[in-house]
């Protein structure tokens, strides 16, 4: 049974704020909840219907995943993402952004509170998808989301279609703006790690160089490591692989282990 720790996450915009202002219900209270999804179109002059301050069907609650939960529960609490990552490739020339400007990063958590899961594609699941955005909480753990292509968002075992996704990457295509990436080099990014588990990576390498991180293993589940969607034999504690021409994307969940087992 697999219990995934990855999260889909995504960052900035000022809906840390709107959260904490907005007095969101809790789910399981339904008075007035569902007459104001009903008349948010009339009384709201430019809100959608909403459920705790996300689009219905926003990808932050779609999947039900602990890393996303974790990340809206933050922002509800005022506890703003420490950083966002984010990404969009076009054609390979683009740069890997880091943003720690406050207002930014609720602008990103807000754009992608605001992206909507349609249904399953009848595409499949790509191992190297070429954009992301990545929430980094407080306590060092990670929560993010990879798209195939716009519209189009990758999971592990396939790809669903989402809708209201290009604010978000007109948003990520400003912010990586006229930055510049060093000669030769290709950045390893942390999409996913809602436990912070990784404790070493480097930044940066070049490609074809042999990249060593480090993970802390829990002892009752086992880690899985991914490298742009291929999964990272371990060497105890230790993950190795050799650098791509492109971006490496870190994904890290824990899966329960299967049949019995000692103390």
Known sequence: MKKHVVAATLCTLGLCTALAGCGAQPSGSTSGTASASSTSSTSSSSQPSTVDGLAQNSIL??????????????????KTPTSCTVLYDEGGKQPVTIVTNEDDIKKLYELVGNITVANMSDQTSTTSPSHFVSFKRQDGSTVGFRFQDKGNLARP?????????????????????????????????????????????PASA?????????VNQPLDVQTVVRVNGEEVASQGAAYEFAMPDRTAQIEVFTEEYSGGGGS
């Open 61 to 78: 609650r779609f999947f039900e995943d602990d890393g996303s939960r974790r990340l809206v529960q933050d922002m509800k609490a005022g």
């Open 157 to 201: 075992d396939s790809v669903y279609v989402v809708d209201g996704d290009e604010p978000l990457w007109e948003k990520v295509r400003e912010l990586q703006g006229n930055a510049k990436g060093a000669g030769g080099t290709r950045d390893i990014v942390v999409v996913s790690d809602a436990d912070g588990l990784v404790t070493d990576c």
């Open 206 to 214: 070049t490609a074809g160089e042999t990249v060593r991180l480090t």
